[in-house]
């Protein structure tokens, strides 16, 4: 159970509910909010989009965390599905509709095909449904890539700028702060959704799916519920990436995304709604930091160049084996570990 | 019709390797309950240090082969002793997850150390071609596929004869029952890993054999999870048979949907798997887990 600093008592039903209980919670998520919306005055534009990336990745994996963490359904097809999204925002967009309009069909779209994808899951389950969302990977990739007419096949396609009500959001300032509002309504989502009956029939469905079916949970609707909103945020994620980047091509969703997805969210913690904001800021700025190390060695030291881009595989490998055996519950688990002891410093209780 | 049998025969040896990994798959899921997300990149590693003994330290090749074999069951204690070992008792997404953090590791690893180019053996099968009738077989792949049986031969003995074999299928039916029994667990688990990983090596090197050494033998790796599938990932006769038909398919859809869709290939056999976890999500012969959901 939470603990709360002292001094702060629960008196109503509503400040029991509150997500953000305290004056100085409500304090820190505003200060936090436009500190974060504040970044792209004072970052330099490279650094900037290291940051839009972290931001559409923890989109991406607050959806991949419903799916996997919360309900248990272990996807590896998640790229696929922010693939789906991507292109479904661009050919919307393309036709001439706004691309707030795209970015929705995106993710509703991606959620179709997710629930088309969780429909082995009512069967079957463990190492059989990753098998079978590691088929769906390659097949929706390649689908995308065989339907040229549609998809421009292998050259890719290109999403057109975010522009609405006729003004210009392309600048990447402009797009980092769209991010951010999906981004913001994206948690909010997800941490109310934590507490809602659906979100307990998720965790119920996750610990034990036969019990959970006793106590009354319909085990089906709920599976694909999951599936829904895990690939409802793909989509979107996927969307927000075509329209940030102006050009797609498969090659940006592969299945080795899918692999990272997955480790952002293990090493951030699984199943916790901080865990994305963890984990997947550490990881990126460590390939980004590869990536530069890459670039700049690169021209004196050509001969580096082999050993540095695999380097960035061993690092994922031992981070996701590291953190499996020495603290499988993440990142998410220091912190709150944290938490508990600055609510309550200098008394230990 | 003779291209027909040409494209089943060359995918049917094909099979035979993929059958070898998916063998692999089968015994540590059967011994351990755990899938090895790894055996692709374990495969494309003892493909490189083959080469290494073979090429760059000038040993005879059948000594490489000997000696690679051996290092292989190491790799498979040493994996399933520090990796696998702190995951008993954790939920099955973890193993997951460590199996590709193994993955990672070990397909990063020859690239750092042997780089990208392709490599090859020293050419230890003679160069020709059988006439068996009336479609033309390398000898490669002929080799292949027998080493693949006979592999396999050896296994399917050793589950039904073997006190150990026994023993490890007790282990795979119910661990509490088997260690009750007197069994030693941890030992059955490590032998397990050491044969997948050796299974392993050896497909690897037929594989390297036929095409060639080089960081795209671990993708291949992956088709073998569509056999163990399609075959029921708790049979060796399955694995076999999966092998065989994913090895086919891919032929076939390769030799007649090439012109008409680019690269399906790759993808025919993820339909097929599919398809067959639709209709029948335990494979053609894997143990049903009776659940009324």
Redesign the interface.
Same mark, same amino acid.
């Given at each position: 159970m939470k603990r709360l600093p002292s001094g702060v008592y629960n008196e109503t039903y509503a400040q029991d509910m509150a997500v953000l209980r305290t004056k100085a919670h409500w304090g820190f998520a505003i200060t936090g909010f436009l500190a974060a919306a504040s970044l792209p005055l004072w970052l330099s534009p490279s650094l900037l989009q290291v940051v839009i990336k972290i931001a559409i990745y923890i989109l991406a994996g607050i959806g991949l965390n419903i799916l996997?963490g919360q309900a248990?359904q272990?996807s590896m097809a998640h790229a696929g599905f922010m693939a789906v999204g991507a292109y479904t925002s661009a050919i919307v967009n393309n036709a001439g509709l706004p691309f707030i309009l795209g970015i929705f069909c995106g993710g509703f779209f991606a959620g179709g095909v997710g629930i088309v994808v969780g429909? #082995?899951s009512?069967?079957?389950k463990?190492?059989?449904l990753?098998?079978?969302t +590691?088929?769906?990977q390659?097949?929706v990739i390649?689908i995308i890539?065989?339907w040229t007419g549609l998809t421009g096949g292998m050259f890719g396609i290109s999403a057109g700028r975010p522009v609405l009500f006729g003004l210009d959001f392309g600048s990447d300032p402009v797009m980092y702060e769209i991010v951010l509002l999906f981004l913001l309504a994206g948690t909010a989502f997800a941490q109310n959704l934590t507490r809602t009956r659906t979100g307990r029939a998720f965790i119920a469905l996750r610990d034990n @799916?036969?019990a959970a079916?006793v106590m009354g949970i319909n085990?089906a609707r709920y599976k694909l519920i999951a599936f829904f909103i895990g690939c409802f945020y793909a989509g979107v994620a996927g969307a927000l990436i075509a329209h940030w980047m102006g050009a797609i091509t498969t090659h940006l969703f592969g299945m080795s995304l899918s692999?990272w997805l997955?480790?952002y969210i293990?090493i951030g913690g699984?199943g916790s709604n901080v865990g994305p904001f963890l984990g997947v800021p550490l990881l990126v700025l460590i390939s980004e930091l590869l990536t530069l190390m890459t670039s700049s060695l690169s021209m004196s030291f050509p001969w580096l160049l082999?050993?540095i881009? #695999?380097?960035? @595989?061993?690092i994922?490998?031992?981070?996701? +084996?590291f953190f499996?055996?020495f603290e #499988?519950r993440g990142l998410a688990h220091r912190w709150s570990i944290f938490k508990v002891s600055y609510r309550l410093w200098p008394f230990s209780y | 019709m003779e291209f027909f049998f040409q494209l089943v025969a060359s995918g049917a040896a094909i099979g035979g390797v993929y059958a070898l990994v998916g063998l692999g798959l089968v015994l540590i899921y059967k011994a351990t309950g755990v899938l090895n997300i790894a055996q692709g990149s374990v495969l494309m590693l003892m493909a490189f240090i083959t080469y290494s003994f073979s090429v760059q330290l000038g040993l005879p090749f059948y000594l490489a082969v000997v000696f690679s074999l051996l290092v292989s069951m190491l790799i498979g204690v040493l994996i399933e002793r520090v990796c696998l070992r702190p995951m008993i008792g954790q939920p099955l997404f973890s193993t997951i997850m460590m199996t590709i953090g193994v993955m990672l590791v070990f397909q990063s690893i020859p690239v750092m150390i042997w780089g990208t180019s392709l490599k090859s053996y020293p050419e230890y099968l003679p160069q020709k071609s059988y006439n068996v009738g009336g479609v033309l077989i390398s000898s490669d792949y002929l080799w292949g596929f027998i080493i693949s049986l006979c592999l396999f031969s050896v296994f399917f003995l050793y589950f039904r004869y073997s006190r150990s074999g026994i023993v490890m299928r007790a282990v795979a039916d119910d661990q509490q029952a088997a260690q009750s029994m007197g069994v030693n667990i941890s030992r059955i688990s490590a032998i397990a890993w050491a044969f997948s990983c050796l299974v392993a090596a050896a497909g690897g090197i037929v594989l390297a054999t036929v095409t060639s050494v080089g960081i795209f033998l671990s993708p291949i790796g992956l088709k073998a999870w569509p056999a163990v599938i399609i075959g029921g990932l708790d049979s060796i006769a399955g694995a076999l048979l999966g092998g065989v038909i994913v090895g086919v398919l891919e032929g076939l859809s390769g030799g007649y949907l090439e012109q008409s869709f680019m690269g399906i290939k790759e993808v025919a056999p993820y339909f097929i798997l599919l398809i067959i976890l639709l209709i029948k999500p335990y494979g053609l012969f894997g143990l049903k887990r009776i659940e009324r959901i």
């Open positions: 996997v248990g272990i429909f #082995p009512l069967r079957i463990g190492y059989y990753i098998l079978a +590691m088929a769906a390659f097949i390649y890539e065989n @799916d036969l079916e085990i692999i997955l480790a293990l699984l082999t050993t881009v #695999p380097l960035h @595989d061993l994922y490998g031992v981070a996701i +084996m499996l055996i #499988p | -």
